[in-house]
């Protein structure tokens, strides 16, 4: 950990900030967010990113009264299926968006459309949608920010990204703020086939101006200079919202890995990118209101294997000798999960989780191929949950096969085609680990034969998850008894939201894909 102030494009920040209302004053919560917070209308369930919620009616005594209560097709088929992400609850509608930026808002109670939005460009996601001030805000292609108006899904603005590659996070909004990102890569308008890690490009964070889409603040992941090769070196993707401490209005972001990785032809074992590789693989905190960077955490430096520390930061208190301690736990692909000190960033207690096969390799041997746990999509691909003492995360057990030279790759986007045409996704398994907050000491461990693509989220004394092969499961929060299990018509990539007596999940993988709901009392 280190204190600095790295390159922050600021935008003239000080007329901004005097001439935009509310900036600069003391935060406030859309007032969507204040009258829904019974709801799902954050991607997390709440700004600290804990996925917990004790406003539901579900628990274990009545969890096996789940059943179907409507259905909703989604139209919008990626490569990566249908549906990637967190689905918005806030009062009498649900806000989804499928891997085609489509978006939709339908009826709670019966899932018909009360509008829809179709832009038929598909993205990697997850994506989502962000809800406040009057708005929904999405990424609406590849390369663009819009806002839609909440009521109807007429337009309020859209902005382009200058060809950075978006559709891959879900937003946040925050006092006067919207908080998205682009990731690294070159893009067209409304095209899918970017070059992904392009040389000289790099993740960014954006704090836009909810009302207008003008950028307030931004910052680029990567460090000027792109550790001394711009014509081949990129990275720095962030793919998952923020955690926002609102009463220290600090921002914390988990980032993506640098790349190419491991290397290409010409500069193999990452040769092209000596050093820390800055701020990459890392837990990064920021003022939300200036940009300011007031600390960050290096969890991979100098990453051959794409191993992001890329998940949603979660906020805690923590017992540590015998005193509360407010906490940020990063997670990502490179599977461990790391407690770090709010304010300062000193490490408190780091647990490696899932299968560990060499990934703490500094060079793959020239000519040999080595095959390495986690994966390109292995770790902790998807969103933790946090429910008082105990943090609940979904790891995914599956190898990828490297060799120096990326399998002869000339640049980085070669190199992640070859690694993600060798995951054998067939080959994975998964985990739930329960761990203890005050220690990092893992309390028990629920393993699946399929990946866990369904995040953790935790509902009265129920913690859920699901697999990709469509199973939803239910356990008990206390050790991990399995209490309840469905199976739907569909691999599941995507996680769910949860309000009242009901718990809506996409079935992104179905043929067609579909919105789920699940309502107690439809059951047996």
């Known amino acids: 950990m280190k204190m600095l ?4 494009t600021l935008m003239v920040l000080v007329i901004l900030l005097t001439a935009v209302p509310g900036f600069g004053q003391n935060g406030t919560v859309p007032s969507e967010i204040e009258q829904f917070a019974a709801d799902w209308v954050l991607p997390n369930k709440d700004y600290a990113n804990t996925r ?8 274990s005594s009545n969890v096996a009264r789940l059943g179907v209560a409507w259905t909703f097709q989604v139209p919008g088929v990626s490569a990566w299926g249908a549906a990637a992400s967190n689905p918005i609850i806030a009062g009498d509608v649900v806000y989804i968006q499928d891997l085609r930026s489509n978006v939709f808002a339908l009826q709670r109670d019966t899932g018909e459309a009360i509008w829809e939005r179709i832009y038929d460009n598909e993205v990697t996601g997850p994506n989502g949608v962000g809800i406040g001030h009057g708005s929904l805000f999405i990424a609406s292609g590849v390369d663009e920010f819009s806002a839609l108006d909440l009521q109807t899904g007429e337009t309020v603005w859209s902005r382009l990204t200058d060809q950075r590659p978006t559709g891959a996070i879900q937003p946040v909004v925050y006092d ?14 409304g095209e899918v086939d970017y070059a992904g890690y392009a040389g000289g490009t790099s993740g960014h964070l954006y704090a836009l101006d909810h009302a207008t889409g003008e950028t307030i603040w931004e910052f680029q992941i990567v460090e000027e200079g792109f550790w001394g090769n711009p014509d081949v070196n990129s990275g720095g993707g ?11 209005g600090s921002i914390f972001w988990g980032t993506g890995n640098p790349a190419p990785f491991p290397g290409t032809i010409e500069f193999p074992n990452a040769s092209s990118r000596p050093g820390e590789n ?18 960050y955490y290096l969890a991979k430096p100098y990453d051959l294997f794409d191993l992001d520390f890329q998940i949603s930061p979660v906020l805690g208190t923590a017992t540590i000798d015998g005193e509360p301690r407010d906490i940020v736990i990063g997670a990502g692909k490179l599977g461990r999960v790391v407690a770090l000190d709010r304010e300062t960033g000193e490490v408190i207690w780091d647990t490696p989780v899932g299968i560990h096969q060499n990934d703490e390799l500094r060079e793959v041997p020239p000519g040999e191929v080595v095959e390495v746990y986690p994966g390109i999509l ?20 599956l190898p990828t096969p490297y060799t120096a030279t990326g399998w002869d790759a000339e640049t980085g986007t070669d190199a992640v085609q070859a690694a993600e045409a060798r995951t054998e996704i067939a080959r994975g398994t998964g985990e739930l680990n329960a761990i203890d907050i005050n220690t990092g000491e893992i309390l028990w461990i629920q393993e699946f034969d399929a990946p866990v693509f369904g995040a953790a989220t935790v509902v009265n004394d129920l913690v859920f998850t699901s697999t990709f092969d469509g199973v939803i499961y239910a356990f008990l929060r206390e050790d991990g008894t399995e209490v309840w299990r469905y199976q739907t018509e569909g691999g599941i990539n995507a996680w769910p939201a949860v309000a009242g007596d009901m718990l809506i999940v996409p079935v992104g993988l179905a043929s067609p894909p579909y919105v789920l709901a699940l309502q107690l009392g439809e059951g047996e």
């Open 278 to 295: 800055r701020y990459t693989n890392a837990l990064v905190s920021f003022d939300y209101v200036t940009g300011e960077m007031l600390w």
């Open 52 to 59: 917990f919620t004790t406003d539901s009616t579900i628990d």
């Open 378 to 397: 292995g770790g902790v691909e998807t969103p933790m949950a946090l429910a008082e003492d105990v943090l609940y995360v979904p790891v995914l057990n």
């Open 238 to 248: 962030t793919w998952y919202p923020p955690a926002i401490d609102t009463e220290r």
């Open 5 to 8: 102030r790295p390159q922050i």
């Open 176 to 189: 006067d703020f919207l908080f998205i990102t682009s990731q690294a890569g070159v893009a067209g308008s």
